[in-house]
């Protein structure tokens, strides 16, 4: 490779890991392990139209230490799509790829954005068998300012949408692949793994592996503040100091429900996608709070 490319992009490529798959239910779910079997486990979880391949530039940085595994959550990446997503049905698939990666008792959650979303969901139905959730970038908002992004065929009246447009060639696609809010400064290398993975080749050209609609009848809930404050196992809270995602924006909030007791880290010089910012640093800051987290439970 380019010796203009950063030290941890070739690093965390080089790094050997396995890719698989676990039934849940009657949908398969893709997922990659990375580390030893035997470490304690983590399981990372990636955001809304987006997949597993977010984490590959962080995952290597914590299996010297931990058996770390991430997922193609369905409706995203090489899992398959469903005909309609729950909180309860993603937190299933987390816990069967924490089972069939043999993460070990109590794994631990890191979930991104809308993985946040379903890390909480995790916690609610299976919090007592988890060793501890690290929200990134993903808040739990007040009743009162929660907004319901899920739903949309009920709440806007829009009709199910199932199909994305196909570009003729995967240069095209590739040229149009943008992050969800738009950030600077993301290395083009990286940017194109993405965007590569996240393509697939269909009848007529090429499209992405999202399904678009995947908020058709999910409902993310307005009661995500009570389910915060009811899971039984440690959590908290990493921040891009210049994320700009409207669902990353009531840290103070979570702080106060807490009574200032929830850990927050916020990384300095990072946006909503603070993995693609500063990777290194987001995986030391991480792999401190789940080392402490094990001590704990020794």
């Known amino acids: 490779?380019?010796?203009?490319?950063?030290?941890?992009?070739?690093?965390?490529?080089?790094?050997?890991?396995?890719?698989?798959?676990?039934?849940?239910?009657?949908?398969?779910?893709?997922?990659?392990?990375?580390?030893?079997?035997?470490n304690p486990g983590v399981v990372l979880i990636h955001g809304s139209n987006a997949h597993l391949e977010w984490w590959r530039f962080l995952a290597p940085f914590l299996a010297d230490r931990f058996r770390v595994a991430a997922l193609d959550l369905s409706g995203n990446g090489d899992s398959q799509w469903r005909e309609?997503?729950?909180?309860?049905?993603?937190?299933?698939?987390?816990?069967?790829?924490?089972?069939?990666?043999?993460?070990?008792?109590?794994?631990?959650?890191?979930?991104?954005?809308?993985?946040?979303?379903?890390?909480?969901?995790?916690?609610?139905?299976?919090?007592?068998?988890?060793?501890?959730?690290?929200?990134?970038?993903?808040?739990?908002?007040?009743?009162?300012?929660?907004?319901?992004?899920?739903l949309r065929v009920a709440r806007e009246g829009v009709q199910p949408r199932r199909r994305l447009r196909v570009y003729p060639t995967k240069e095209e696609a590739l040229g149009r692949f943008r992050l969800l809010p738009e950030q600077p400064g993301v290395h083009p290398a990286l940017l194109q793994h993405m965007a590569e993975y996240g393509l697939w080749e269909a009848p007529g050209g090429w499209t992405w592996k999202f399904d678009p609609g995947l908020f058709d009848y999910l409902e993310m809930g307005t009661d995500q503040q009570d389910?915060?404050?009811?899971?039984?196992?440690?959590?908290?809270?990493?921040?891009?100091?210049?994320?700009?995602?409207?669902?990353?924006?009531?840290?103070?909030?979570?702080?106060?429900?807490?009574?200032?007791?929830?850990?927050?880290?916020?990384?300095?010089?990072?946006?909503?996608?603070?993995?693609?910012?500063?990777?290194?640093?987001?995986?030391m800051a991480t792999k401190m709070l789940l080392l402490e987290w094990r001590r704990q439970l020794a």
């Open 227 to 283: 389910k915060f404050l009811n899971i039984d196992c440690p959590m908290a809270l990493m921040l891009g100091e210049r994320s700009e995602d409207e669902a990353a924006l009531f840290g103070d909030h979570m702080l106060t429900l807490t009574d200032h007791s929830l850990p927050v880290v916020t990384i300095p010089g990072t946006y909503h996608h603070l993995m693609f910012d500063q990777p290194v640093a987001v995986a």
């Open 84 to 150: 309609k997503y729950t909180g309860k049905g993603f937190a299933d698939e987390v816990m069967a790829v924490c089972e069939a990666a043999q993460l070990g008792s109590q794994p631990m959650i890191v979930g991104h954005s809308f993985g946040g979303f379903v890390a909480l969901e995790t916690g609610h139905y299976y919090g007592g068998e988890l060793g501890g959730i690290l929200f990134m970038d993903f808040t739990v908002a007040p009743p009162e300012q929660a907004n319901e992004w899920g």
């Open 1 to 38: 490779m380019s010796e203009s490319l950063p030290f941890w992009f070739t690093q965390a490529l080089e790094t050997e890991s396995e890719s698989a798959q676990v039934r849940v239910g009657d949908t398969a779910i893709h997922y990659v392990t990375w580390g030893r079997i035997g």
